[in-house]
């Protein structure tokens, strides 16, 4: 008999608020690539296309502002972290595209999306 994992509530919330940013981006026009990609250097939300731009985007859920909000928990070891698997990503394509790092901050019913919130020379 085998045991299925199941997901915590963060991880159930965390994926809840992965769907709703994808249905999102969606929704403004741009196309979900791949979604939690892994590495062991860090790991990606979700990856979509721009128009010609590949976007690396950050989808952050808070409750609470206690310790300053979805925005603030992206800090610079993050963005780090972020950076190193997208580096690890465009190394399987043929040609480096244009780039941008996205956060979807999802604080209240309409998520903030900031568009070129960090990129690959910060943090």
């Not at 409750?63 to 300053?68: D, H």
């Not at 800090?75 to 043929?94: C, D, E, N």
Request: a positive charge.
């Amino acid at each position: 008999m085998s045991l299925s994992a199941r997901p915590t509530p963060a991880q159930a919330s965390g994926g809840e608020a992965e769907d709703a940013a994808a249905e999102f981006l969606v929704a403004h026009g741009l196309h979900i690539v791949r979604r939690n990609y892994r590495t062991r250097l860090g790991e990606i939300d979700l990856i979509a296309r721009d128009g010609a731009t590949l976007v690396f985007v950050e989808v952050r859920l808070r409750g609470e502002s206690v310790y300053g909000g979805a925005l603030a928990s992206v800090t610079p070891r993050k963005q780090r972290r972020i950076v190193a698997a997208a580096r690890q990503f465009l190394m399987g394509l043929a040609r480096t595209p244009p780039c941008r790092f996205d956060v979807i901050a999802m604080e209240s019913a309409t998520p903030q999306w900031i568009r070129g919130a960090f990129d690959a020379t910060e943090g």
